[in-house]
């Protein structure tokens, strides 16, 4: 790499002085993009058959929503690592950004963390999964926890080559990012590299009411659930005392996610002799990302990093 970069600032060298300069630009503008967006992308399914996968012509596309910027059409899953910095932890995490399973929100609620992470000697890798869409899965509602898992499991894989204690990798999830890393601690995979060993659970999706089946029926499923399905999705009445630690922040005000979602929750684990660590915030609304200084949201990234480094899980 570093040959290669003398060999093209000694071929700027030699042209005008015009161009060298828009050229150097060019070349700073794209080292410090990859720099800023993660150390290593893993395509998830790179030599595999991607499971729950159809032919199609979506095109991935990036727009405007929530006040940040948001990827739809996912069909290619990747894995962004940012590597532990200074003194590293052995903790992995990987981050799951919320979007109602209809885009995902990759940059305030997964790049951001995952560079916030990192500073502080947490490995965390940033999971861009696959939206669940008939146009590209005959079933859709096990494309994203099948992306979880296979992230999960790459973890493992690389964990000595991270740094990582493969009895520390978790997950922590916004939204319905949120409420795909509960699935992922609440259904247990056969393959144990496959399970959480702690989940993060940021104004998250917990509770079957009325709501929120309709909202996984249409988003997710994209059909009427069984009446098996739904009992698997009573997410509250599968935690029990094998149920992952988990970290939840809420804020009061939250519209969209109502508190008792985490606080129903919380209140299950404890009741199962699971430990909980809550944060509720009386202002912030839904969606805060790694969060604000004027509502004080922005002080759950340093309690979780206190959390992971004063826990063993």
Known sequence: MIRAGLLVFEYIYKMETKVQVVIIFLFLSLTNTASAYGQEEIKL???LEKPFYKK???????KQAWGTTAVGNITEPTL???MAKGENTGKGVVIIPGGGYELVAMYHEGYELAELLSKNGVTAAVLKYRIPNPASSDEPHKVPLSDGRRALKIMH????AYGVDTNEIGVIGFSAGSHLATVLGLWKSEDADANPDFTGLIYGVTNL????????ESNLYHRKMTADEVARNTLLELV??????AFLVHALDDDSCKLEETTLYAQKLVENNVLAETHIFPKGGHGFGVGRAEDGTDQWVSLFVNWL???EF
Do not use: R, V
């Not at 199609?56 to 990036?62: A, D, P, S, T």
């Not at 894989?157 to 000595?160: D, H, L």
């Not at 029990?240 to 630690?245: A, F, G, I, R």
């Open 56 to 62: 199609n012509n979506l095109k991935e596309f990036e």
């Open 45 to 47: 399914w790179d030599g």
């Open 240 to 245: 029990n005392e094998d149920t992952p630690q």
């Open 157 to 160: 894989e690389k964990a000595n």
């Open 309 to 311: 480094k004063n826990n």
């Open 209 to 216: 009411t009325e709501g929120n089946q309709g909202w996984l």
């Open 80 to 82: 962004t690592i940012y």
